[in-house]
């Protein structure tokens, strides 16, 4: 069983691209977040992948994947939620537990949340800058790019290269702030004591923390830290879980400049970002907290249901193999899965066979539902 790590606050910048105060730097961020003006063209922000009405994931859930600006170009990943990611570590390898922690994105390219904030803007298939030099000039053009001189100084936005990295720290800041990470779902106010569970609820929290049933909490830790840090619902390590190809995936349509292997495309996670076979098909784990309200679900968005999703924990390896890539509905009803996208470094030990009844499944997921901030008595 991985172990299961503390929640840790990813480093900011130093020096003189570190904002001061805080507060300020963050309502900078929000404002460069929201900012629809900074795409190339005009018309795509951090916010279109990440709304915050749908707990910072695509609001488009036709496709599994977000659109860039340009409309006929698709990333290859499902946009994960940008919620409580400011407490993944900076990605590195525990020597001790020997597996990689942390980071952004998928695949843990991105060490920090600043790291993180930059590549949207210079990816081809999100924001399309050609380069940092055109983001920090629509910076320059913005209502409030007065702003920047009060959070960093004089000068802030003058030269390209440290006014691109105050950029990337006021994003940070905004992320780092407390509209993602509220900590305000119902499992909240139940450890708080100001909630109470229905039976059917209390059921799935025991079968998810049971490691001879669910075993969710192995890699989605939901107890209090050591110190009473309210629970994040991930170890932010990798995983592959044997996630089938997502033959819906617009990403294969893409042109050869952006996708020269087109359906042959593999993704290997991990494995490709730090170059070792050993990782290939792993991907982060990422946090369970709103998980009901950001479908699709895994990184090529396969799932469509919460259901479907934790149904494929508990009977992967118990199914019969789909002769070919289905969609997750077409597969249900064959009762059968896919192939793995990934055969190699599977996770055997802890999901794929858990042996639970419908009625176990349908608990979990009704214990997963009271994770979604926002609740109110």
Not at 113 to 120: D, F, H, R, S, T
Not at 142 to 168: N, S, T
Not at 227 to 249: C, H, I, M, Q, S
Not at 346 to 373: P, T, W, Y
């Amino acid at each position: 069983m991985k172990m299961l790590i503390p929640a840790l606050v990813a480093a900011g910048l130093a020096g003189a691209v570190h904002a001061q105060p805080d507060g300020d730097a963050a309502a900078l961020g929000r404002l460069l977040f929201f900012d629809a003006t900074l795409s190339e063209p005009a018309g795509q922000s951090c916010a279109s992948c990440h709304d915050a009405a749908r707990a910072f994931t695509d609001s488009d859930t036709s496709r599994p994947t977000s659109k860039g600006v340009d409309p006929r170009r698709f990333g290859n990943r499902n946009s994960p939620t940008a919620m409580y990611m400011a407490f993944s570590p900076a990605f590195h390898f525990d020597e001790k537990e020997q597996h990689y922690v942390g980071g952004q994105f998928w695949d843990g390219r991105a060490a920090t949340l600043e790291e993180q904030a930059k590549a949207p803007f210079l990816d081809p298939l999100e924001m399309a800058n050609p380069d940092k030099r055109s983001v920090v000039e629509k910076a320059r053009r913005a209502a409030y790019a007065g702003m920047f001189e009060k959070v960093y100084g004089k000068d802030a936005l003058k030269d390209v290269d440290p006014a691109f990295e105050r950029i990337a720290a006021a994003l940070a800041a905004y992320e780092r702030g407390p509209e993602l990470q509220p900590f305000s779902s119902k499992y909240d106010a139940w450890l708080a004591g100001k909630a109470k569970l229905t039976r059917q609820e209390q059921r799935g929290l025991k079968l998810y923390e049971d490691e001879k049933k669910g075993n969710c909490a192995a890699c989605h830790p939901s107890q209090r830290g050591p110190k009473g840090e309210p629970p994040l619902f991930t170890d932010f390590t990798y995983d592959n879980l044997g996630v089938p190809r997502n033959p819906a995936n617009p990403f294969y349509g893409q042109d050869k400049a952006h996708n020269p292997d087109g359906m042959r495309f593999v993704d290997r996670g991990l494995g490709a970002a730090v170059k070792q076979p050993a990782e290939d098909g792993k991907f982060k784990v990422p946090t369970l907290r709103n998980i009901a309200r950001t479908a699709p679900y895994m990184h090529n968005g396969y799932f469509r249901t919460l259901r479907g999703a934790v149904a494929f924990y508990n009977d992967r390896d118990v199914r019969k193999r789909c002769p070919q890539d289905l969609p997750e509905a077409e597969a249900n009803r064959r009762k059968c899965w896919p192939a793995p996208e990934v055969a190699a470094n599977v996770n055997k030990d802890e999901l794929g066979r858990l042996g639970l009844s419908e009625r176990e499944v349908d608990d979990i997921v009704a214990f997963l539902r009271v994770l979604d901030d926002g609740y109110l008595k």
